[in-house]
């Protein structure tokens, strides 16, 4: 057997966005040696890219908010698809992560009382998001990481795992290389915490980085646990459209809370066309109502440009289809004409840098140019609603990478607040599990050499494919038929195609060696994708309705069989198969909040 | 309109490396980490360059461009000479992995070396009163995004390569200043900053401020109230007599 | 936390770092010919020991005039036996403040120290201690000068509005205005000093619990970050109103009456 780098430690934790992070800082406050893996640098993580804010019922601003009407925004939101327990623990819990990351040093902005600021955003009916101008995950993955450099974590930076390692049924470990050397390594633990984000690098257009490639997703299909709703991807409805080269990046949902409206070529605020029966209640229905509920809620409905972000996407996508959309494919999105310029730099200043630096555009006088883009995996690994554990023991998920809580659609700001409630349960469930594990943590003989193996394969001399095309091919597919609008039709192409891939993708070449070889690590990194863009594929052929981020042109309405099942991903050999599988019954307290 | 940029790429490793020439067709809108991302899909599939966002958020893309420290995301092509060759070269003061990639560790080794935040106890209904005034200074601080550009560009560090064992950099005195005016902090880092952190090394020629893509000013706002503070300690005898007088510390609430 | 990061060695530096071709030395060598431009006069004009007084204007390198055997003494501190030009006495206090400076501190050092000359050229010297030891660490007694520098704002705002009082009574000349706006360019100067900014309210960590040292604060924050180009327009101030007043004082040329 050869000899591998190997590292021992209790707790695991794959990935250092604010789910790692938080989860290691748990895990080790609970006693377990904890180690931290990240993919890029420590702090470079895509939770620096979250601007808006963090959804929590602190009722700084609202004292009429509390976690009964976060919880109810939340599967409202979620088209009642979610894990309504996980539902409720987030929103009973955010607050208090809030007020825990303030006392690690964070600084969010303010109100006149000195407590801590909150905005409005889509889907929430009271102002609740804890932000820091447009610059919330920076703040928070800042404070996070000061804090965890405190606390003994051991961090291994820039470090790609490809495979979890088992024993029996239990994961034991985890192997993957060094990115810089190349040089594989083996990390054995009692218990591993999957935060590896999502899988947004499947689409052409996307807010997400390089290291959004489903590496959590597939590693955890593969060792036997379920995924559910990957049908339901989230498309942000506002990226960049131009300069062709940014597209997709992230413009904050914050310049609508903030004001910003949507029109469409001829100046009109086509939201009020989009009002769907689900929301007319508490929508406004005239410009008048909806520009006074900014400041006056009580007897005011909220701006249709707030509805959650599915039904924004849509619109847009409709309104361009249309050829009602503004001049490089998109709408407008315009805060100029709204806010002076003082208060748009102060309350958004990273967007009108964004804007000004990559595309020459002054947002506190020329409206943005925006449309959808891919940007968030509502569903994921299936985690139990308590302690994020997966059907597989020892495994635990939060963060993106875990599904359940957001179930068809997430809101904006219960990202940050996910990461933070559940990367803390993880971290404490996974610490308690690793107690419990006693003896060796063994590895069969001949894995680790056919892991080491299969990932040196694009090496070989024969190969013939470019990664950076195949990748490029996939993104496309997946843009133009597994987009916000789906047909069966389409949906089966893409599940042609992406088989198409697979096969291609074992005759993968790169050139050079594998010190810090981006093109290896694609080829490595694209074998999760591929499955993961599968994964979503084949459960949005299953789910025949339309439903939160899932959205089906054959199929346009929700249907209400559909509404009681989430799909369920398994893997079968080297194939995938979905089914659907009840959710569990909601207590009748927690359906009364419904109302209201 | 397609146009053809010529790159002129050091590539190597520790072990020493070269400039290589690259023709690479770009259209309007790209920045220069897109050309690098064309170059690597199509004749350099092995080139190592980090980025993450590509957004100016997170950091990554560091490197020198025609001789100056910037982030690769942010420098526009129709930003540069175009007619001219452009150079890329990695950080210079970080020790070469490959390429255009850098061994920043240094830059880790040095966030363990500060001292926590320590916010005295939570009021009893768990929220902290701070201004918005009271924060205002330490949010700009909070905007770094750890690109380490200050940390390239600043002459200590970059011409005197063994001063990393005595100078923090300005990254760091950017945090500390971050801790030092944390309106709940308790801790005093003003003598660790005077003794081992190598305050007293900078001598405030204003390049970090110069190179920050987050627009801080560094040393306006952070590394020369800091001098002055470590003055209030050790070198401000009046202040020294009025604190004895009144029995009250040098830092003030 | 223990990082677990792969080590590099480092490559040598100049085998990997292409320089900056674009005219960095520009401004390094514009600032050497100003600054000793300033210097040589100043030197030249406190050691000449005359014409520095035409009624009622006193030039701002001799005020205020502390020796018995100044044109127009203020407070004759020192007696008979100074013989030596009154500047002397008080030149260095204005030039130490300016010395010590923050913002000249960064001009002196890139551009006669090159240390750096510019961002991303190369420092000049083999070894660097910055102001970490002797002498350069006595740059901390800045904020003295500050403090010293406040009296003689004092007495240049006395000598400004002093230069209303001609001998044949009260009036205005261009050299009044002349002095005024020097009086205004220093105090400028002396108030968006990075000390001054300190000791008023930099230094507090709650502002909410200060709210006037926090306006003060905010106010000369405002000035502060225009202190480099104060400190360029002052310095050009305080020459062109001494030459003013020495081509009075010679009869080069005739003060303006204008009332």
């Not at chain 1, 063994?442 to 193996?453: F, K, S």
Request: hydrophobic share 40%; charged share 25%.
């Amino acid at each position: 057997m050869a000899e591998y780098e190997t590292h021992e430690h209790d707790v695991l934790v794959i990935g250092a966005g604010g789910a790692g992070l938080r989860a290691a800082i748990e895990s080790s406050a609970h006693g377990a040696d904890t180690a931290l893996i990240c993919k890029s640098l420590l702090g470079k993580a895509h939770t620096v890219m979250a601007e808006g804010g963090i959804a929590a019922a602190l009722g700084n601003v609202w004292p009429d908010d509390n976690w009964k009407v976060h919880f109810r925004d939340t599967m409202r939101g979620g088209k009642l698809l979610n894990n309504w327990r996980m539902a409720q623990i987030h929103a009973q819990e955010a607050p208090d992560r809030v007020l825990e990351l303030e006392e690690w040093g964070a600084l969010f902005d303010r109100t006149k009382d000195g407590l801590i600021l909150q905005r409005d955003f889509g889907g929430h009916r009271y102002a609740r998001l804890a932000h820091v101008g447009d610059r919330t995950g920076l703040e928070m993955i800042r404070t996070l990481q000061q804090h965890a450099v405190h606390k003994g974590i051991t961090v291994y930076m820039e470090c790609t795992l490809v495979s979890l390692l088992k024993d029996g049924d239990r994961v034991c470990g985890a192997f993957g290389y060094w990115r810089e050397s190349g040089k594989f390594v083996v990390f054995k633990a009692k218990a591993v915490v999957l935060a590896t984000g999502g899988i947004g690098k499947a689409w052409e257009f996307t807010s997400n980085s390089w290291e959004y490639t489903g590496d959590g997703v597939a590693m955890a299909l593969e060792a036997g646990a379920d995924l559910i709703d990957m049908e339901c991807y989230q498309f942000h409805p506002t990226g960049m459209v131009w300069p062709h080269s940014v597209r997709g990046i992230l413009v904050t949902e914050s310049v609508r809370g903030d004001g910003g409206v949507l029109r469409n070529s001829s100046g009109r605020r086509f939201m009020f066309d989009y009002i769907p029966e689900f929301f007319k209640k508490e929508t406004a229905d005239s410009e008048a109502e909806a520009d006074r509920w900014y400041t006056e809620k009580k007897n005011n409905r909220r701006p249709p440009e707030l509805l959650p972000r599915d039904e924004v996407a849509r619109a847009i996508n409709s309104e361009v289809k249309a050829g009602r959309g503004s001049p490089h494919g998109g709408v407008f999105l315009d805060i100029a004409t709204r806010r002076d310029p003082e208060t748009i730099k102060r309350r958004l200043p990273s967007m009108y840098h964004q804007f000004k630096e990559l595309a020459d555009v002054d947002i506190t006088t020329t409206p943005m140019e925006i449309g959808p883009t891919a940007h968030y995996m509502n569903g994921g690994v299936r985690v139990d609603g308590e302690g994020s554990a997966t059907a597989v023991p020892g495994l635990f998920a939060a963060g993106e990478v875990a599904g359940g809580l957001h179930g068809a659609n997430r809101l904006g700001g219960n990202s940050l607040s996910d990461l933070l409630v559940f990367g803390r349960r993880a971290g404490a469930y996974a610490a308690d599990y690793a107690k419990s594990v006693k003896g060796p943590l063994p590895v069969a003989a001949g894995r680790l050499e056919a892991l080491a193996r299969e990932a040196l394969a694009p090496f070989d001399p024969g190969g013939t494919e470019n990664p950076y095309l195949l990748h490029q091919e996939l993104q496309r597919t997946m843009q133009s038929d597994v987009g916000i609008i789906r047909t069966e039709h389409e949906l089966r192409r893409a599940v042609e195609k992406i088989g198409e891939l697979r096969a291609r993708l074992k005759r993968v070449r790169v050139e050079g060696h594998r010190q810090f070889n981006p093109g290896w690590h694609l080829a490595l990194d694209l074998r999760s994708l591929l499955v993961c863009a599968e994964a979503v594929a084949r459960a949005a052929i299953e789910r025949k309705e339309s439903r939160g981020g899932h959205a089906r042109d054959d199929h346009p309405k929700p249907d209400p069989a559909f509404a009681k099942v989430n799909m369920v991903v398994r893997k079968d050999g080297e194939a995938l198969r979905v089914s659907a599988e009840p959710i569990g019954e909601m207590p009748a307290e927690l359906k009364a909040l419904l109302e209201g | 309109m397609a146009r053809v940029a010529k790159l002129r790429i050091w590539r190597g490793d520790a072990s020493g490396g070269q400039l290589h020439d690259y023709d690479v067709p770009w259209e309007e809108g790209m920045v220069l980490l897109d050309v690098l991302h064309v170059l690597q899909a199509t004749q350099a599939g092995d080139l190592a360059v980090r980025w993450n966002c590509k957004a100016g958020k997170c950091g990554s893309c560091s490197a020198e461009v025609n001789g100056k420290p910037r982030l690769m995301c942010m420098t526009r092509m129709s930003s540069l000479d175009t007619t001219q060759p452009i150079t890329v070269a990695p950080m210079k003061t970080f020790p070469v992995m490959r390429d255009l990639v850098t061994d920043v560790s240094f830059n880790f080794e040095m966030a363990k070396r500060v001292p926590a935040f320590k916010p005295p106890p939570r009021p009893p209904d768990g929220k902290y009163r701070m201004m918005q005034e009271d924060i205002d200074r330490v949010q700009e601080f909070h905007k770094c995004i750890e690109c380490f550009l200050c940390q390239d560009v600043c002459h200590v560090i970059r011409d005197h390569p063994e001063n990393k064992k005595v100078f923090a950099g300005p990254r760091f005195f950017v945090r500390y200043a971050a801790l030092e005016m944390h309106p709940l902090d308790t801790n005093d880092r003003r003598e660790l900053l005077k003794e081992q952190m190598g305050l007293g090394m900078c001598n405030i020629t204003k390049c970090c401020t110069e190179v920050c893509p987050e627009g801080i000013k560094i040393t306006d706002n952070a590394i020369i109230p800091l001098k002055e503070r470590v003055v209030d300690e050790f070198f401000d005898p009046v202040r020294w007599v009025w604190s004895k007088v009144t029995g009250g510390g040098s830092k003030e609430g | 936390m223990s990082a677990v990061a792969p080590q590099a060695s480092p490559t040598p530096i100049a085998a990997r770092a292409p320089q900056r071709v674009d005219a960095w030395w520009v401004r390094p060598v514009l600032t050497v010919i100003v600054l000793a431009a300033f210097v040589v006069y100043a030197t030249w004009a406190g050691m000449q020991n005359a014409y520095y007084w035409a009624d009622p204007y006193l030039s701002p390198f001799y005020s205020p005039c502390l020796a018995a055997n100044c044109a127009h003494s203020d407070v004759a501190l020192f007696g008979d036996w100074w013989k030596w030009s009154p500047a002397i006495l008080i030149l260095w206090a204005p030039g130490g403040f300016r010395l010590t400076c923050y913002y000249y501190r960064k001009a002196y050092y890139r551009a006669f120290v090159w240390a750096p000359p510019a961002c991303a050229v190369p420092d000049a010297r083999a070894k660097y201690y910055g102001e970490s030891r002797f002498p350069l660490i006595l740059q901390n007694v800045h904020r003295y000068f500050f403090y010293l520098s406040i009296p003689i704002l004092v007495f240049l705002w006395w000598d400004a509005f002093r230069a209303f009082r001609f001998a044949d009574g009260f009036g205005m000349g261009v050299g009044t205005l002349v002095l005024l706006a020097n009086a205004a360019l220093l105090s400028l100067y002396t108030l968006s000093c990075h000390s001054c900014r300190h000791v008023c309210g930099g230094g507090v960590d709650r502002f909410s619990k200060h709210p006037t040292r926090y306006r003060l604060w905010k106010r000369l924050t405002v000035l502060n970050e225009r202190h480099s180009q104060i400190a360029w327009v002052s310095l050009f101030g305080v020459a062109l109103t001494d030459l003013y007043v020495r081509l009075v004082a010679m009869g080069t040329i005739h003060d303006l009456r204008l009332f």
